[in-house]
């Protein structure tokens, strides 16, 4: 379907245009103070659709540098916005909100405008190309995805989608947690499995041990690979083999579960890779952030409350994440030698920005919160201030079957894995599920819930919206208008010179609203880093689409297809084209199929 390359003005921002215009214009005129910051004047849709389409807070923010009564400043940008070819009535409401009620005219315009551009409407240049990095999942390679990680991984790639239909060049990536002590746990595992593999009876997996059957191919692997002959080795030198294998195999299985979900990622970054390959950026970066004064020899104060990570009762060197807005400083380097994960992570971070991303966002898990400040004191001391990094946390997922709470537990081997809900419920309940909820709430995903066919099920109900407006077009072929075109390009070419302002009833009306709002939408979703927001609007969507269907069952003249009217009939399946456009964009950005029928 046709996709424009190059984002044109939507609507709303039309508007606001034109409220900046008017504002400047007055502020000339009343000699207001040179310099004043527009950027906290915008136009939104009313709370309360009663007040007509769109509202400004322009008077209200402008008011104290304008010297002026809000008001009266409302009074004066109401005069002048009276006088626009777009606005047929404007109020000034309360202290100074201005509400605006737009043309019939302008809403069969923002149905032109969708049909101009297909799925690509709502694509926007907010982003100005701008290359930012989105880090992701990253979780632990001792084990497959479960689905815990699934909400992150489908979160973080969803908005990786929405920053680059916003104008975002967006790299996608994975950092591999292989330097800690769980990779040598998944190690001594694997060997425990590779003994096995030879034909040793190993009982019971020891407590400390990861137990799941997933690390037999991997002692297979070895067997095969190494006969007996890891068997004579030192635990010094057999580990490191077996370790690097079993990582290996385990980000491949990663990797295969993410695809089950068409997750990719652009780029893996290793801890391991950061001290171990070529110069060590761990310490380069310890060095760097010492010769700042960022870093000191001391000791911590006693935790209160809650242990400090890492905290040790000695002298050792602390970065000074208090300087930087964190409630305590940070130790760098353990008592044996090693690096703190925090190390590790402050450098794996300064070599993102090294690499040219000044806009840095990490998905953190739910027991991660306690994770933000520091990192983003780390952020401003090696950039000197220069990047931001933004940190969405997801929240705990629930997983019910029928109801009933399904038990995981990675460490003890009885867990759901990702791929299991994936083959059960399939890629698109799962993917769009995990977005109908604001991140940071927790999440009931019910593996029987989301299967079934009604509007309490939202990924059924807009995929069948999508499939509706399909089943719309058949129709009409049949009964109606035999010669519109099956292919979406052709369709689309033939529906943009409907007489679209045959749209006039309300609830047409209301739908070409909603249409309009898209794009806003987009750009807001975009600057808030949330993509729930449209999961969000293409329930609303689909659901007002729906009840215009069900109107028209209840009133044969609001029917899409009116066979003594051909011209009604074009508009409205115009306006049809118009909904399957935009939800099959929305979609699109989510990661979620757009079937033209259901089945």
């Known amino acids: 379907m046709s996709d424009t390359s190059i984002a044109s003005p939507h609507l709303f921002a039309d508007v606001l245009s034109r409220v900046h215009a008017i504002c400047a214009a007055i502020a000339a005129a009343d000699n207001w103070p040179v310099g004043i910051d527009f950027s906290r004047v915008v136009v939104e849709p009313p709370r309360d659709a009663s007040h007509g389409d769109m509202a400004t807070n322009a008077a209200m923010v402008l008011a104290k540098d304008a010297k002026a009564k809000p008001r009266e400043l409302a009074d004066k940008i109401a005069e002048k916005l009276r006088e626009d070819a777009l606005v047929a009535g404007v109020d000034v409401a309360g202290p100074g909100f201005i509400n605006l009620t737009l043309k019939p005219q302008v809403w069969a315009d923002a149905l032109r405008a969708v049909l101009a551009a297909g799925n690509g409407f709502g694509k926007s240049g907010v982003g100005g190309d701008e290359k930012v990095n989105v880090e992701y999942v990253s979780a632990n390679p001792t084990g497959p995805m479960h689905v815990g990680h699934c909400r992150g991984a489908v979160f973080g790639d969803a908005l990786c989608s929405l920053l680059q239909f916003a104008g975002f060049d967006v790299t996608r990536e994975y950092y591999i947690n292989d330097a800690g002590a769980q990779v040598d746990v998944l190690a001594r595992s694997a060997f425990l499995r590779y003994r096995e593999a030879l034909g040793e009876a190993i009982g019971a997996i020891p407590d400390g041990l990861y137990p799941g059957d997933y690390l037999k191919p991997v002692g297979e692997a070895l067997a095969k690979e190494h006969g007996d002959k890891l068997l004579a080795m030192s635990d010094a030198v057999w580990l490191p083999i077996v370790r690097d294998k079993a990582i290996a195999m385990m980000m491949e299985m990663i990797k295969g579960d993410l695809a089950a979900l068409n997750i990719h990622h652009d780029v893996f970054m290793s801890e391991r890779s950061l001290i171990t390959t070529g110069n060590n950026m761990v310490a380069e970066t310890i060095d760097y952030l010492r010769a700042k004064g960022d870093i000191y020899e001391g000791r911590l104060p006693p935790p209160?409350?809650?242990?400090?990570?890492?905290?040790?009762?000695?002298?050792?060197?602390?970065?000074?994440?208090?300087?930087?807005?964190?409630?305590?400083?940070?130790?760098?380097?353990?008592?044996?030698?090693?690096?703190?994960?925090?190390?590790?992570?402050?450098?794996?971070?300064?070599?993102?920005?090294?690499r040219g991303f000044a806009n840095l966002i990490d998905v953190f898990g739910a027991d991660h919160g306690g994770y933000i400040k520091r990192m983003q004191a780390a952020v401003k001391a090696v950039t000197s201030g220069k990047a931001t990094l933004d940190v969405k946390v997801v929240q705990l997922v629930n997983l019910l079957r029928d109801g009933q709470p399904v038990k995981m537990?990675?460490?003890?081997?009885?867990?759901?894995?990702?791929?299991?809900?994936?083959?059960?419920?399939?890629?698109?309940?799962?993917?769009?599920?995990?977005?109908?909820?604001?991140?940071?709430?927790?999440?009931?995903?019910?593996?029987?819930?989301?299967?079934?066919?009604?509007?309490?099920?939202?990924?059924?109900?807009?995929?069948?919206?999508?499939?509706?407006?399909?089943?719309?077009?058949?129709?009409?072929?049949?009964?109606?208008?035999?010669?519109?075109?099956?292919?979406?390009?052709?369709r689309l070419s033939y529906l943009r010179t409907a007489d679209v302002e045959r749209l006039t009833d309300p609830a047409e009306l209301s739908l070409l609203k909603q249409l309009a709002l898209y794009p806003r939408m987009i750009e807001a979703a975009a600057t808030a880093h949330e993509p729930h927001r449209i999961a969000f609007y293409l329930y609303d969507l689909a659901s007002e689409f729906h009840a215009l269907w069900t109107k028209g069952r209840d009133l044969p003249y609001l029917r899409f297809i009116i066979n003594n009217d051909a011209e009604v009939t074009r508009a409205r399946l115009a306006m049809v084209q118009g909904v399957v456009s935009v939800l099959a964009s929305g979609l699109a950005v989510l990661g979620v199929q757009a079937p033209t029928e259901m089945r």
Do not use: C, W
């Open 409 to 490: 537990s990675k460490r003890s081997g009885d867990f759901v894995t990702l791929r299991e809900v994936v083959d059960e419920v399939g890629s698109d309940p799962v993917r769009f599920m995990m977005l109908f909820r604001k991140n940071d709430a927790p999440l009931d995903f019910d593996m029987a819930k989301v299967l079934e066919q009604s509007k309490d099920n939202p990924v059924f109900y807009v995929q069948y919206g999508h499939a509706r407006g399909h089943s719309i077009f058949r129709n009409a072929r049949e009964e109606a208008v035999p010669d519109l075109p099956v292919a979406d390009d052709a």
């Open 304 to 354: 209160k409350g809650k242990p400090v990570e890492d905290y040790e009762d000695r002298e050792q060197s602390l970065f000074r994440a208090t300087a930087y807005g964190d409630d305590v400083d940070r130790p760098l380097i353990k008592s044996d030698g090693s690096y703190t994960y925090f190390a590790s992570d402050i450098a794996n971070h300064k070599n993102k920005f090294d």
